[in-house]
C-alpha cells in the first residue's frame, strides 16, 4: 500500500505533511490550491464534508488532522512520537493532543467568524470570546514555560496538533503573539527542526517560516491575499 496525503495549502493539513517528514516515511504528495479561497472542485470530491486534510491507504480513506495524525503516527511510524498508556507523560500527551481540536483551534475559529460578522469590537459578544482567546493563549504561554514541548520534555505529535493554530491560522485570524514570550521562543524551536522546514518547503512554499513564527500574523500568500481582499471589497 502507499500513503496519499491530499493536501489544502495554507491549512491545517500541514499537520499530515508536517508528521510524515518528521516519521521520514515514503508517501504520495498531493497538492491542491484554494479556488480560490475555498478548496477546489476536486478536493471537496475527496470527502462527502469537503474536509482537508485527506489522506488514502489502500483502501483506507479518513478525514480529520487528528485521525489522519493519528493512523499515520500508529500505521506508518509504529508509535513514534506518540507517549503509550503506562509512561511517563502520557496523561499530559493525551491532554495536549486533544486541546488543539478541543479548545484552542474552535476559539480561533469563533473570533474569526466573529470578526468577520460585522459586529463591532465593542460589542459584548466580541469582548467576550476575545477574552477567552487571551486566556487561552496565557494558559498555553504558562504550559510552555515549565516544558519545552506541549507533552514535556520530548517532541511529539501533540506539538504537530497544536502548532498550526499558533502559525497557519494566524494568516486568517490575525492575532499578535508579541505578549506571549513562551509561545514565540517554543515557535523558535520549532522552526529548527529539519522536519518542519521541510514539510513548510513542500506543502506551503510560499510561506516564510520566519514570518509564520514570529510575533506578527503572517501575511496570507499573494494571490490568497487578493482572492480575499477581492471577496470583501
Known sequence: MTLTVHHLGVSQSDR?????????????????????IMAPPEYKALHPLGSA???????????????????????????RLTIA???????????????????????????LSLSRSGLGEDDEIVKRYEGRQKQILEFVDRRLSEVPWFAGDQFTVADIMNVCCLTTMRCFLKYDIGGY???LAYLKRVAERDGYKRAM???DPDQNIDELTGAAPPPLPKALAAAVRARLS
Do not use: M
Not at 21 to 30: A, D, P, R
Not at 68 to 79: L, R
Open 53 to 79: 486534510p485527506v489522506i488514502e491507504d489502500g483502501e483506507v480513506k479518513i478525514a480529520e488532522s487528528g485521525a489522519c495524525v493519528e493512523y499515520i503516527s500508529q500505521t506508518y511510524g509504529n508509535g
Open 16 to 36: 499530515v505533511v508536517w508528521l510524515c517528514e518528521e516519521l521520514g516515511i515514503e508517501y504520495e504528495f498531493k497538492k491542491y490550491d484554494r479556488s480560490p
Open 181 to 183: 514570550p513562551n509561545i
Open 85 to 111: 498508556p503506562g509512561q511517563k507523560g502520557y496523561a499530559e500527551y493525551l491532554y495536549w493532543f486533544h486541546f488543539a481540536n478541543g479548545t484552542l483551534q474552535p476559539a480561533l475559529l469563533l473570533n
Open 201 to 203: 518547503q513542500k506543502g
